[in-house]
């Protein structure tokens, strides 16, 4: 998300780190106790991986030089040493439903990152915070973010989802069903239900499983070939191809709900129908990071 935006800032001097944080959770996360999230494990070796790829320059913590802006995906943690800094925040994909943990984190003041992505944006520690859609503008004025503050620009990774029907994926009219990682993020998940929800659905149609990248992929697998035996199963992959060429999709509430919304799928998950399809992602054909970054232009 952040390369996107930074690739239309050429005349500027851009620098990158993967997510990082201070006090507990950095020992937490040098220990490996936080490598089911953005902190550690996958998703860190992901980031670290795709700044290779892309030759970028790289300065972890933020701790090499003096920045005048800052654009992040998260906000569940803000570093101390870029709190001082103009931040524009940028949605990163779906939230975690507002439950009980949610209630209990936002009304006791406990630390953001207990809530999951259920608390993002209620750091308000920037100046501007680009979403996806105006329902999802909504979802966060009712959160409790300053409307001032928000800004319906689109996300990179979402507005422009029609350039996945033109693909070579093998297989057509299925019914897809994509995983998450709630166990490993410590979240109460019934895995055997989600399957038999995704049958339900099929009606005896071909089934296919896309594992989230996050999880136990072992023990995922094992359960899918005990419960839906017929089933086809991909543990790697893109899996936008997939919900480009499937009949409808089934999941929790990941963010390749807004990738299905997008493209007009017929989606079963935890949201109600009505809220799922307010969430719906603005398609501008790729702009959203060109709208990004002439934001981050007004705050230099």
Not at 48 to 62: G, I, N, Q
Request: a positive charge.
């Amino acid at each position: 998300m952040g390369y996107r935006v930074a690739a239309e800032l050429t005349d500027l001097e851009c620098w990158y780190t993967p997510f990082y944080a201070d006090g507990l959770l950095r020992i937490a996360a040098e220990r490996g106790w936080a490598d089911f999230s953005i902190l550690g494990g996958v998703p860190r070796a992901m980031t670290e991986a795709f700044y290779t790829e892309k030759k970028v320059p790289v300065d972890y913590r933020a701790e090499r030089n003096r920045y005048d802006l800052v654009v992040m995906c998260a906000d569940l943690v803000v570093p101390r040493n870029i709190r001082n800094i103009p931040m524009i925040l940028v949605q990163e994909g779906m939230m975690t439903p507002e439950n009980w943990v949610y209630q209990l984190v936002k009304h006791l003041h406990l630390p953001r990152f207990l809530g999951n992505t259920s608390m993002t944006g209620l750091s308000h520690a920037y100046e501007k915070f680009c979403v996806a859609s105006d329902g999802f503008r909504d979802m966060f004025i009712r959160k409790g973010v300053d409307p001032e503050k928000l800004v319906v620009t689109g996300v990179p990774n979402f507005d422009d989802v029609d350039k996945y029907r033109a693909n070579d994926f093998p297989y057509h009219g299925y019914i897809l069903g994509a995983t998450s990682y709630l166990r490993e993020s410590f979240q109460y998940e019934n895995r055997a239900a989600f399957i038999r929800k995704v049958l339900t659905v099929a009606d005896g149609r071909l089934v296919i499983f896309k594992l989230h990248p996050n999880e136990n992929h072992a023990r995922a697998v094992r359960e899918i070939k005990r419960h839906a035996p017929q089933a086809i199963i991909y543990t790697t992959g893109d899996i936008n191809p997939m919900i480009a060429n499937c009949a409808a999709m089934v999941t929790k509430y990941s963010s390749v709900l807004m990738v299905a919304l997008a493209l007009g799928k017929p989606v079963y998950s935890d949201l109600e129908p009505a809220v799922a399809s307010q969430l719906r992602p603005v398609q501008n054909g790729g702009t959203s990071a060109q709208r990004i970054a002439d934001i981050c232009r007004s705050y230099l």
